[in-house]
């Protein structure tokens, strides 16, 4: 088996004072304004449903608003760690205040 190589030289092209082929460089570009974030105090909308389920509405902390449908009290108690780090401190005093008025329903 014979193997080839092929070598092919780079071939410099000469500019030496002419710039025309150069392009300008880009314009830099600025991301438009964020939209102001929704206030701070938005409340937590959390709604016991007939059949058991709870239902929580809320915007996190970020401005994303957010629905969710758990199975019972138990499983959204189950759930407040990680709801803790979506909402703000006085959002989050909320929702448990709600939670704790709910009890544990089945």
Known sequence: ???ALGVSGCERVKTEGDASHLQAPPKPVSAPARAELPPRDVPV???ANPDGTVH???????GATTE??????DFLKRALPTL???LT???FSELQKSVGSLGSVR
């Open 1 to 3: 088996m014979i193997l």
């Open 45 to 47: 909308a959390l709604t």
């Open 56 to 62: 929580l509405r809320y915007v996190d902390r970020w």
């Open 68 to 73: 969710a449908t758990y199975e019972s009290v």
């Open 84 to 86: 803790e780090r979506a």
């Open 89 to 91: 401190a006085p959002q």
